[in-house]
């Protein structure tokens, strides 16, 4: 998958749909990529989710119609998927440090054109990854359903409970799994535990799931968790993904925490992801 071109495809899709209900479950499918991936890619690559580049973009037309146009607030507002004239003008002020009334009588707002994704290839660290073939295998998680919009406040959340859980802590929990091949629209599972190996049985809370033979590329982050896993997944999009022979198999992938000091700017954790050749 050209990622590039995928993202630019779907900012073309919102550009054309500012004044459309559109959800990122639309986009997502317009580029035929799950939410959750599509979700990622995008911050990632333009450093702001779908919902806030949608809201800034239709905020700047708005902007642009009420300074240049005799169009109504209540009209404008309307138009650019608010429900009413009060939430409009709490958008508006916040974005352009004025009230629509001010813009449309002053004329001083704020403008954001639409985003073009490029890649710019720059010297930089040496990214440390292997490519393995992994037997098939089954991993036993505590599983929830994140919406793709919100996944990255409400993760971490998921972690503090399941440490926080006394049951729960008696399962190793070192691996961070999130599916996404059997989940539809914007949700897709996470989960927290381990290989099923690991465990006799399967405990209350916990299932398990089975991930096919794969190759996977298998990245080293080091320093502490979970901002260097985070740097990684960002560099592999921006970095990797764009010029590597392989592309991603979006079904699964895998967070490894590995043992020791996750504080520790040496602490080492790994993401795993299923590849395959580019065709």
Known sequence: MDWVRTIND????????????ITLADISKAVNLSAFHFQRAFTLLTGMSPAEYLRKRRLSQAGSELTKGDGKVIDIA?????????SFTKAF?????????????????RFMSRYTVQITIEGGSIMEYK???WEAMDLLICAKEFKAETSETEIPKFWD???????????????GVCAQEKTEGDVFKYGIGCKAADVDGIPDGFEV?????????????????PKA???????????????????????VDIENYLPGDPSSRDYVSEICIPV???Q
């Open 161 to 175: 409970e399941y440490y926080s859980n006394e049951e729960y802590r008696k399962i190793p929990g070192y691996l």
């Open 209 to 225: 799931i089975h991930i096919p033979e794969y190759d996977w590329a298998v990245f080293k982050c080091v320093g502490p968790s």
């Open 131 to 133: 490519i393995e073939k």
């Open 229 to 251: 896993i985070q740097d990684m997944w960002e560099r592999i999009y921006k970095e990797w993904l764009p010029v590597s022979d392989y592309e991603l198999i979006p079904d």
């Open 93 to 109: 002020t916040r974005f352009h440090g004025v009230s629509p009334a001010q813009a449309k009588k002053e004329g001083s707002i």
């Open 10 to 21: 779907a900012i073309e899709y919102m550009e054309e749909n500012l004044t459309g209900d």
């Open 276 to 278: 395959r050749k580019r």
């Open 78 to 86: 309307f138009k650019y998927g608010y429900d009413s004239p009060e």
